[in-house]
């Protein structure tokens, strides 16, 4: 490193320390919120996750339905090609708002989401006999007539093993984020590329914004 780059990130930081000072209060907000996901029973938890995806389509419900009339606008008959280019300008314009919105509402999230998604973890890697029993949902009962190795229908529980066979190896799962992981899944949902070594989770860092960015249910 030359003196003029030295001097440089000696006045005004690296790149690394600027990203940690952005980032860190994050990863604050995760781990303090995490006690209170805790407590929860596992029903709670994702009773509270139907909230948080609530919250999302409440943000956006407006120019939801909004984008929804103006397509059915534009596949009327008598809607002339000249109208046709305007409401496609309208919907280009709110889907933009859509987006940005939701962005916002995931920035807003992201902490309880994230304490949520570790303490999942957690409640697996600990889990009783290898098991988890929920209260049966839809989604649970498709799964499970799906013949997903991992979950079972009992009566009206759900019961989740905390092992499957993936490639022939039978797996069980013993992982739970750190505080580092919590970081790089901030990182990630930023936009930014979170840089690794080999065995640092980079795949349990990644069920954090692909959990957090799913709730929007746009794929």
């Given at each position: 490193?030359?003196?003029?780059?030295?001097?440089?990130?000696?006045?005004?930081?690296?790149?690394?320390?600027?990203d940690?000072?952005?980032?860190?209060p994050?990863?604050?907000?995760?781990?303090?919120?995490?006690?209170?996901?805790?407590?929860?029973?596992?029903?709670?938890?994702?009773?509270?996750?139907?909230?948080?995806?609530v919250?999302?389509?409440?943000?956006?419900?407006?120019?939801?339905?909004?984008?929804?009339?103006?397509?059915?606008?534009?596949?009327?008959?008598?809607?002339?090609?000249?109208?046709?280019?305007?409401i496609?300008?309208?919907?280009?314009?709110?889907?933009?708002?859509v987006?940005?919105?939701?962005?916002?509402?995931l920035?807003?999230?992201?902490?309880?989401?994230?304490?949520?998604?570790?303490?999942?973890?957690?409640?697996?890697?600990?889990?009783?006999?290898?098991?988890?029993?929920?209260?049966?949902?839809?989604?649970?009962?498709?799964?499970?007539?799906?013949?997903?190795?991992?979950?079972?229908i009992?009566?009206?529980?759900?019961?989740?093993?905390?092992?499957?066979?993936?490639?022939g190896?039978?797996?069980?799962?013993?992982?739970?984020?750190?505080?580092?992981?919590?970081?790089?899944?901030?990182?990630?949902?930023?936009?930014?590329?979170?840089?690794?070594?080999?065995?640092?989770?980079?795949?349990?860092?990644?069920?954090?914004?692909?959990?957090?960015?799913?709730?929007?249910?746009?794929?």
């Open positions: 490193m030359g003196v003029t780059a030295s001097l440089l990130k000696l006045f005004f930081g690296s790149k690394a320390d600027k940690r000072k952005t980032i860190q994050y990863v604050d907000r995760i781990l303090a919120v995490y006690p209170q996901i805790q407590q929860l029973s596992d029903d709670e938890l994702r009773e509270r996750v139907t909230a948080l995806k919250v999302i389509r409440e943000r956006i419900a407006e120019d939801e339905k909004r984008i929804g009339e103006l397509k059915a606008r534009m596949e009327e008959a008598e809607v002339e090609i000249g109208e046709k280019e305007q496609g300008t309208e919907i280009d314009r709110l889907k933009k708002q987006n940005e919105a939701i962005e916002r509402v920035d807003e999230i992201l902490p309880e989401v994230f304490a949520i998604v570790k303490d999942t973890a957690r409640r697996f890697a600990q889990a009783p006999e290898g098991t988890i029993t929920v209260t049966a949902t839809e989604a649970d009962r498709e799964l499970a007539a799906k013949g997903r190795d991992f979950i079972t009992e009566g009206d529980k759900a019961v989740y093993r905390n092992r499957w066979t993936a490639g190896t039978e797996v069980t799962w013993d992982m739970v984020h750190y505080d580092v992981q919590l970081f790089g899944g901030v990182a990630l949902h930023k936009g930014n590329v979170a840089e690794m070594a080999t065995g640092e989770g980079k795949t349990l860092v990644a069920t954090l914004p692909v959990f957090l960015n799913a709730m929007a249910g746009k794929g």
